[in-house]
């Protein structure tokens, strides 16, 4: 099992950026893909962004691709989540999660941080 600590969230003016940082508290296993969900009010958990172990393939929700950028460090055992020309429909709490898998699906995932907040005015 792998502890995650999400940072980095906040409140953002509409078409305003954020960075979402996820830190775990044990060096990522090689076949630990990493993935980056939300819950916004009123509506169920999605999928947003995953990227794969050790890195260079991921997979974003649809539409997130051109906005959103995931990223990971394995050195410093870090997942980063780059928002961009954020609406106020992105305001949910963003969660990061780790699946003992290598493929960036959006599914299967069982190592869950408490989460950060993610608030976009309009």
Not at 71 to 87: E, G, H, I
């Amino acid at each position: 099992q792998v502890q995650l600590v999400e940072s980095g969230g906040g409140t953002v003016q509409a078409g305003g950026s954020l960075t979402l940082s996820c830190a775990a508290s044990r060096r990522a296993l090689p076949s630990y893909a990493m993935g980056w969900f939300r819950q916004a009010p009123g509506k169920e958990r999605e999928f947003v962004a995953a990227v794969s172990w050790p890195g260079g393939s991921t997979n974003y929700r649809s539409g997130a691709k051109e906005r959103f950028t995931i990223s990971r460090d394995n050195v410093k055992n870090t997942v980063t989540l780059q928002l961009d020309r954020l609406t106020p429909e992105d305001t949910a709490v963003y969660y990061c999660a780790a699946r003992r898998e290598i493929s960036p699906t959006s599914t299967g995932y069982v190592d869950w941080g408490q989460g950060t907040q993610v608030t976009v005015s309009s």
